[in-house]
């Protein structure tokens, strides 16, 4: 079981626009601001397409952005493309006494129908 | 242009140790805020973050595999190795290694990946 909770799946057609939901605790994603979204095609690495909660890499697409309110981080994908259908894990930074370690979601596949 | 590569054995034996070695180029792991970690997935599973070793040679673990874990530098040779002590089926993954730059465990550059199996 994930430390972090996302959606199994979630879907959209081109040009929608999807939400994924990511949900800690205090001790992580609202404890800090050192959440960030991958994307993971079939067979290949994970893709840094969010930091830092809201900051993008240099090359991602600005149709990805990214937001927190309390324990649950957002990923919002507009203007959905085929190209987007993938797998979207989120993680965070988390803390405890001098332990630092990052937890991540059970991932969400997205499906452009 | 940052690229990191993993290499190592593709089967492993229980109980054996796995090594794990990471190969990069593109950056320098003795400049300041620069890190190297390794995630791992089981197959049809989500990631899980190993270890983490920065410039200085500050290193932290999972702490739920803390105790099986060792991670080293050799910035000469601008590689990083892992080491997983007592492997089991469960440890079957691909196993990532990703670089981090001022960015708080977060991977900004990943390696393609090394499929490790476990089994007898």
């Known amino acids: 079981q994930s430390a972090l909770t996302q959606p199994a799946s979630v879907s959209g057609s081109p040009g929608q626009s999807i939400t994924i939901s990511c949900t800690g605790t205090s001790s992580d994603v609202g404890g800090y601001n050192y959440v960030s979204w991958y994307q993971q095609h079939p067979g290949k690495a994970p893709k840094l397409m969010i930091y830092d909660v809201s900051n993008r890499p240099s090359g991602v697409s600005n149709r990805f952005s990214g937001s927190k309110s309390g324990n649950t981080a957002s990923l919002t994908i507009s203007g959905l493309q085929a190209e987007d259908e993938a797998d979207y894990y989120c993680?965070?930074?988390?803390?405890?006494?001098?332990?630092?370690?990052?937890?991540f979601g059970g991932g969400t596949k997205l499906t452009v129908l | 242009q940052i690229t990191l590569k993993e290499s190592g054995p593709t089967l492993v034996k229980p109980t054996q140790t796995l090594t794990l070695t990471c190969t990069f180029s593109g950056f320098s792991l003795s400049t300041s805020g620069v890190g190297v970690g390794w995630i791992r997935q089981p197959p049809g599973k989500a990631l899980e973050w190993l270890a983490l070793?920065?410039?200085?040679?500050?290193?932290r673990y999972s702490p739920s595999l803390k105790s099986r874990l060792t991670i080293t530098k050799d910035t000469s040779k601008n590689q990083v190795v892992l080491t997983m002590t007592n492997m089991d089926p469960v440890d079957t993954a691909t196993y990532y290694c990703?670089?981090?730059?001022?960015?708080?465990?977060?991977?900004?550059?990943w390696g393609q990946g090394t499929l490790v199996t476990v089994s007898s």
């Open positions: 070793i920065y410039w200085n040679d500050d290193k």
């Open positions: 993680s965070s930074y988390t803390s405890s006494s001098t332990l630092e370690n990052v937890v």
């Open positions: 990703a670089h981090t730059d001022q960015l708080l465990f977060q991977f900004d550059y």
